[in-house]
């Protein structure tokens, strides 16, 4: 970028955007050092800037920037300026900064004859609608977690009625209750956590497809996220699969035996 120097001494110079850049130089020349012309005006390119992927910034317009004393007094001739762009660090409160910055204006004014627009409500509203999808999903997700936990439970109880005998058996050559307890709940477990890595296998080729066809923004997996998911699908195993193993471990051994 230019700096204070190029601002005090009218540089021609200009920093311009990735548009630009393949607009005016689509056949792969770096532009750095070369000059272009803008109202008849020769401006030396000293920057690009990177290509905006936030989302907000997917304009196809040329744009460039040059110091505001070259834009004024040598291409221009206006001599105001029609808005200014303010960035605050991440650390200072935005509506203490819009507020020293209107009573600066205010005083060098002596008028109002200026109003603002404070970005941080935009960022609000993105916050609340992103806390609102958040909240959305997480309910979907719950529900979709019940009903698995419920058919997990389910399948177990069926588990159990159907091996009654072999419980008998086990528990005659000796298997304590707690023997039983965890052999079920071990199935219980390997059931939801098969079916958890299956999760996270579906959700990496989808993504795969995902990325292929769409080119603006990627899909991505943090490691906490997969980590997460299945440190969930084995705890929706342990809390889901104790009823039916507590079941099992509470047989009487005769009863079992004699069960058809």
Known sequence: LYDADDVKNNAQVVVIDQNTKDKLFSDGTNP???TILFKKRPLR???VTEKDTSGFGGSENLQIWAPYTTVINQISGQRYINSITVKIKDDVNSQAAEKGLNELLLS???VKDFFMQNSDSIKQTIESATSTMTL???SI???SLFVGGIGV???????VTERTKEIGVRMAIGARQSNILQQFLIEAVLIC???GLAGVLVSFGISTLFNYFVKEFTMSFSTLSIVAAVTCSTVIGVV???MPAKRASQLNPIDALAHD
């Open 136 to 138: 959305l999903i997480s």
């Open 141 to 143: 997700a719950f529900i």
């Open 153 to 159: 439970m389910n399948i177990m109880l069926v588990s």
């Open 193 to 195: 956590l098969i079916g």
């Open 108 to 110: 060098r004014h002596g």
């Open 32 to 34: 750095i050092g070369k």
């Open 45 to 47: 390119i000293i920057g």
């Open 240 to 242: 889901f699969g104790f």
